[in-house]
T-cell receptor, first 114, second 113 residues
Framework: DADVTQTPRNRITKTGKRIMLECSQT?????MYWYRQDPGLGLRLIYYSFDVKDINKGEISDGYSVSRQAQAKFSLSLESAIPNQTALYFC?????????????FGSGTQLSVL | GENVEQHPSTLSVQEGDSAVIKCTYS??????FPWYKQELGKGPQLIIDIRSNVGEKKDQRIAVTLNKTAKHFSLHITETQPEDSAVYFCAASKNTGFQKLVFGTGTRLLVSP
């Protein structure tokens, strides 16, 4: 079973719609992240959370919001989707208590905004 | 802020050949340099990392070298195999209490049998 699970795997939506991408983890890690991957641009950080009461903006947070409902759950919302938000989205976790910042990624959600 | 450049964007080699992917970074304060491998349909997975107090690190067929003076680091894969075909990302960060990684743009490696 996957340690970091993202749902859905694929989503097609229309401009202006509100959508939510969900992430759950069984690794027991406190830190969770949302990244966006675009061809030729690599991975860019959208939001991150160190615990349930902590939310921080990343490099490209405009147009996105997040909710950390529990230690194991971190969701990403697009309030009003636009076509340039078409991308591959990854959730990740980390545990600095292990002495490094190794990221554990989910399998990704491919989002298409028409 | 930190900027990481990665080259080449695509790399094709024959099975058994070596492959080298290079990255440069801009912030001299960066001190942690991981490499992630992303297979088709999967999320990136850490394959090797190096810290600034070390010049080279090896793990079986893969190795990473770091040149702090020139601010570049490289991934070396020897005796490549078809299963090495994937997209590889380098990244850099500095220890500010939270290591916020800045990723390179990725290299698609294709190993032909």
């Amino acid at each position: 079973d996957a340690d970091v699970t993202q749902t859905p795997r694929n989503r097609i939506t229309k401009t202006g719609k509100r959508i939510m991408l969900e992430c759950s983890q069984t690794k027991g890690h406190d830190r969770m992240y949302w990244y966006r991957q675009d061809p030729g641009l690599g991975l860019r950080l959208i939001y991150y959370s160190f615990d349930v009461k902590d939310i921080n903006k990343g490099e490209i947070s405009d147009g996105y919001s997040v909710s950390r409902q529990a230690q194991a759950k971190f969701s990403l919302s697009l309030e009003s989707a636009i076509p340039n938000q078409t991308a591959l989205y990854f959730c990740a976790t980390s545990d600095p208590g292990q002495g490094d910042e190794k990221l554990f990624f989910g399998s990704g959600t491919q989002l298409s905004v028409l | 802020g930190e900027n990481v450049e990665q080259h080449p964007s695509t790399l094709s080699v024959q099975e058994g050949d070596s492959a080298v992917i290079k990255c440069t970074y801009s912030d001299s304060a960066s001190n942690y340099f991981p490499w992630y491998k992303q297979e088709l349909g999967k999320g990136p997975q850490l394959i090797i990392d190096i810290r600034s107090n070390v010049g080279e690190k090896k793990d079986q067929r893969i190795a990473v070298t770091l040149n702090k003076t020139a601010k570049h680091f490289s991934l070396h894969i020897t005796e490549t195999q078809p299963e090495d075909s994937a997209v590889y990302f380098c990244a850099a960060s500095k220890n500010t209490g939270f290591q916020k990684l800045v990723f390179g743009t990725g290299t698609r490696l294709l190993v032909s049998p």
